[in-house]
């Protein structure tokens, strides 16, 4: 009978030489996974945030020089300030608050229009929109609404009147306005 011999020690330190990188290379991914998987989270909680689940409360419209937004809202509920941001550059293209009129009060914001704002800030609107307009619409220290639109598509759509360009497809203004649920009130005409 041939004498068995088990490994010697030779063969285990080879052996546990070779695990060596396999041990360093599990602990590297481990170290490097958890800033991607919290990068990860952190895009996936800024996409969320920055483009909410439900229909789009803001309108536009863009007719030659007048450019319009729709805020959907209740009749309880009043506009209180509006603001354009350029989407690409995040710089502020516009700032109106106080609506003088009942209209824009009521949810439709002539915009560049200082006469129907208590505020507001340029007078003028610029020789050219930017692609990415992001809207915002204030109602109080609390509520508000927000939209991102491309002025092109807006410009290309052939609107009805009354009608308002949305990241859902165009809509009335009474169809965004029954979008949410004013808790009894009765919706704004």
């Known amino acids: 009978m041939l004498p068995v011999h088990g490994p010697t020690t030779s063969d285990g330190a080879e ?3 070779a695990r060596k990188p396999l ?3 599990l602990i590297a991914l481990a170290i490097l996974a958890a800033p991607i998987a919290l990068a990860f989270l952190w895009i996936k909680f800024l996409t ?3 483009h909410p689940a439900g229909p789009s409360l803001l309108g536009l419209r863009i007719d030659g020089d007048t450019v319009t937004v729709k805020a959907a809202q209740c009749p309880s ?7 354009l941001w350029d989407s690409d ?9 106080g609506p003088l009129t009942e209209e824009g009060r ?3 914001l002539r915009l560049w229009a200082a006469e129907d ?5 340029p007078a003028t609107r610029p020789a050219e929109l930017p692609k990415q307009l992001d809207v915002s619409v204030g109602y109080g220290p609390e509520g508000g609404a927000g939209a991102l639109f491309d002025t092109a598509a807006v410009r290309a759509a052939a609107l009805p009147a009354g009608s308002y360009w949305t990241s859902d497809g ?13 808790g009894g009130d009765e919706k704004a005409p």
């Open 48 to 50: 969320v945030m920055s």
């Open 23 to 25: 041990v360093i290379g």
């Open 117 to 121: 704002y208590r505020t507001s800030r």
């Open 15 to 17: 052996r546990r030489g």
């Open 106 to 108: 009521g949810g439709l």
């Open 170 to 182: 165009v809509r009335t203004g009474r169809e965004l306005d029954e979008l949410i649920d004013c």
């Open 77 to 83: 509920e009043r506009v209180r300030r509006v603001e």
């Open 89 to 97: 550059s995040e710089k502020l293209v516009w700032r109106a608050e």
